[in-house]
């Protein structure tokens, strides 16, 4: 081989070297941190709430209205018009570019996933009202938390918002259904802070049993079920 081709290969074979490390640690590191549960505390006097996913992205799920708060005076139920009632609200939080451009798997691209996974990106909150209270299934699960923490995963909540004059600052026209919206968000997405990480993240404030450090969905599910 010539010096010319050892030139050349050396740092490309260090690089892939390089990147299959750390693809290594990343898995090992995500597993282990969704495997291993923190909290779990016993509930006294419960207040109930929802954990839903698709099987890639978590939500919270709460009701709208409880003695601790209401949801509309801080996300206006102007911005959904086509709502009559307002029983539960799903809030989740992600990469604004996945969430805006990927309203189906199928219109999913190789440079929207790579954006999301590989660069340190922009972030919205997705918003759904319901008139309704969710349905319990392997996909959506009711959970008891302790009701006097129900004031900080509250306070979590509206601190993943960025505001402008002190208001929620809707993305409009960008919803997937007729009950959903998308809001500016604060912070950004990376493999270490993903959508699940911000659900995890919640739940822990929450004192609810989940996953150390969870980035995918089967890290909190799993402790949920």
């Known amino acids: 081989m010539s010096y010319f081709l050892k ?9 892939i070297e390089f990147f299959l490390a750390f693809a290594m640690l990343y898995f090992i590191f995500s597993v ?3 495997v291993i549960a923190v909290n779990g505390i016993e509930v006294e006097d419960a207040q109930l709430i929802y954990v839903r996913t698709n099987g890639v992205h978590t939500d919270l799920c709460l009701p709208v209205v409880t003695e601790d708060y209401d949801w509309k005076t801080f996300i206006p139920a102007e911005d959904f018009p086509n709502n009559e009632h307002f029983e539960f609200i799903a809030i989740g939080w992600g990469d604004k570019g996945f969430f805006l451009d990927t309203p189906e798997w199928s219109d999913l691209t190789f440079s929207t996933a790579f954006h999301a996974a590989f660069t340190s990106s922009p972030t919205a909150m997705h918003v759904q009202y319901f008139d309704y209270e969710p349905a319990v299934s392997e996909n ?7 009701k006097n923490l129900y004031p900080d995963l509250i306070e979590y909540i509206r601190n993943s918002f960025e505001l402008k004059s002190e208001k929620v600052e809707l993305i409009p026209n960008r919803g997937y ?8 968000a604060k912070g950004s997405y990376h493999l270490f802070k993903t959508c699940n990480r911000w659900t995890n993240k919640g739940l822990k404030v929450a004192g609810v049993k989940t996953g150390a450090f969870a980035l995918w969905s089967d890290g909190i599910m799993r402790h949920l079920r």
């Open 7 to 15: 030139y050349i290969l050396k740092p490309i074979g260090g690089a």
């Open 32 to 34: 282990l941190g969704g």
């Open 140 to 146: 959506c699960l009711a959970i008891e938390m302790e």
């Open 177 to 184: 259904w007729k009950n959903d919206n998308f809001y500016e």
